[in-house]
């Protein structure tokens, strides 16, 4: 297939663009592969250059005049970066021309279309982001306990789908074993190590089991899970489910693991079905932009909106969740296992935002990258059909869990600002080019799919943009104090802040005075102070040495 196939029109005058909070611009429209691009000879006005990906729907509008008879009409292209562009265009058979062509190279379903495998970067490129992120790096420490190894049980992606093709799993558990296992797990989701904390507690995640209405059993699996548990200790295991979910996965087959034959475990529910549901959680964000979208209603009624449309609770649940897994680990060194059903939405969420409670390195630019990496990326989220469509869209298995966790990253921020190296302005980043990019990092659902599409050999990485000096330096948090601690987030309701950088940054003007300012003029206070009290500390120790070297001395 050709991009000329789809393209109606490719050049159209006097179009008249309409944005909030900007002129009105009276330029020309031009339509390529993989942009739609307005221009005006207007000195000052900057070209619009929009990806088609970009565009989530498209609402068409067209001028009734005196007797019934039409005449041109607006066309509102609603973005996934939350933007609304309003077209104005003179004629009712252009105005069609340029509705159709768009919803053709919008609705492009092959990932070998989109615009990164067309992109050339025009910098050279200082590393491969591509390779920066290996499973060995990643857990160096871990595997030097003898306690841990790689597996390539996956090696041809013929064990699990979605898994890449190494893993880290106890060192006592041989590959037959894991391959066992996989059979009685969904999706092939053996049980695969997370994280390993400081004192020595692990975090695995899996799919769930298959159980089923027979009672199915596997030894395998339970060897796995057994082996990471210590003598006169309970692992804990955390089914992010429902029980009613429960019971209905188990009339599917699937189930949660029996406590007779998972005897080492405390088997808990902890429901996160408002995100393992794309469809609920699609339609909580949807009415969150929705509520952001609509300006004109008091602001008693737009907090009550915001509230009840679901997505400040799901940020909540998901950071008090992984707060209880994380007492677990850390206060109790409990090793824990967390899965819901396939395991690729709020496993990879709670299993993300427990290592940035507990990981320090989470907190930083790179570590960002690499907790991404290995828990999203290499852990099977499907990207490509999760963000298929944004707020304005609905496509089938759409859902913003990744979106979900840029928001809760986003809390930890508000309230621990020294704390993380990068600012809000990273998030964004990864929030856009998740959803639209020259970047082939987010493309397609698994490893698989992007090794076998040429994803890795035929794209730039997202990592290799970002780390670059110049680009990365506008990501950097000045407040920024690198601390071992854990961090531990309130989940209070009152402590919920809109993400209004990215929810409303396109809606109102954003405050002069940022907060970084805010904790700028703060700290440099701080120090002020600090300075003033030390030399009056320093002046008070020069008085009495003073005083005591002529004081009389006692007979």
Not at 126 to 139: A, D, H, Q, R, V
Not at 534 to 548: G, S, W
Request: glycine fraction near 6%.
């Amino acid at each position: 297939m050709e991009f000329i196939d789809l393209i109606s029109i490719n050049k159209l005058d006097g179009v008249i663009l309409k944005y909030p909070r900007q002129e009105n611009v009276d330029g020309t429209v031009c339509i390529t592969g993989h942009h739609l691009i307005l221009s005006s000879r207007k000195e000052g006005v900057r070209e619009l250059w929009l990806l088609h990906k970009n565009i989530d729907a498209i609402e068409k509008k067209e001028n009734k005049i005196s007797g019934g008879i039409t005449q041109g009409g607006s066309l509102f292209l609603k973005c996934k970066d939350l933007r609304i562009f309003q077209l104005d265009i003179g004629s009712t058979t252009e105005l069609h021309q340029v509705a159709q062509t768009l919803e053709n190279l919008s609705s492009l379903q092959d990932p070998s279309l989109f615009y990164p495998f067309f992109y050339r970067h025009m910098h050279p490129i200082m590393e491969n982001g591509y390779t920066l992120y290996s499973i060995e790096g990643e857990f160096t420490k871990v595997l030097a306990s003898e306690e841990w190894r790689v597996s390539r049980v996956n090696q041809n992606y013929s064990v699990c789908a979605s898994y890449g093709k190494a893993v880290v799993v106890p060192k006592s558990i041989d590959d037959e074993t894991l391959a066992a296992a996989a059979t009685f797990r969904q999706g092939g989701r053996f049980p695969v190590l997370s994280y390993r904390h400081n004192n020595g507690a692990v975090l695995l995640r899996a799919g769930q089991p298959l159980y089923g209405p027979k009672h199915r059993r596997c030894r395998p699996d339970e060897a796995i899970l057994n082996t990471v548990v210590n003598a006169g200790m309970k692992g804990i295991i955390y089914d992010l489910r429902s029980s009613n979910a429960i019971s209905q996965q188990q009339n599917k087959g699937g189930g949660t693991e029996s406590a007779a034959n998972y005897s080492q475990w405390k088997i808990y529910n902890r429901s996160m079905d408002d995100v393992d549901n794309q469809q609920q959680l699609l339609e909580s964000f949807s009415k969150l932009i929705e509520a952001c979208v609509d300006r004109d209603i008091s602001s008693d009624k737009w907090i009550s909106r915001l509230e009840s449309c679901g997505w400040p609770e799901s940020v909540r649940n998901a950071l008090h969740t992984a707060c209880i897994v994380a007492q677990h680990i850390h206060q109790k060194a409990e090793p824990v296992l967390i899965h819901g059903t396939r395991g690729e939405d709020a496993t990879l969420l709670v299993c993300s935002l427990v290592q940035i409670i507990l990981n320090p390195d989470c907190r930083t630019v790179r570590g960002l990258q690499a907790l991404i990496e290995r828990e999203w990326l290499q852990a099977g989220h499907p990207f490509g059909s999760r963000l298929r469509c944004g707020p304005f869209g609905a496509q089938p298995r759409a859902a913003p869990a990744f979106p979900l966790l840029l928001d809760c990253v986003r809390q930890f921020l508000e309230q621990f600002p020294c704390s993380f190296e990068y600012r809000q302005a990273y998030l964004v980043a990864l929030y856009e080019h998740a959803y639209a990019s020259q970047f082939g990092t987010f493309l397609c659902d698994s490893d698989q799919e992007r090794q076998t599409r040429g994803v890795y050999d035929q794209t730039t990485s997202i990592w290799s943009w970002i780390n670059q000096p110049d680009e990365l330096a506008t990501y950097l948090n000045p407040l920024y104090e690198p601390t071992p601690n854990v961090i531990w987030p309130s989940v209070a309701p009152m402590s919920y802040v809109i993400w209004e950088e990215l929810y409303l940054r396109w809606l109102v003007e954003q405050r002069t005075e940022s907060r970084e300012e805010q904790y700028r003029a703060i700290r440099a206070r701080e120090q002020q102070l600090r300075a003033q009290a030390l030399a009056a500390r320093r002046e008070l120790c020069d008085l009495a040495a003073q005083y005591y070297a002529h004081a009389p001395t006692e007979q």
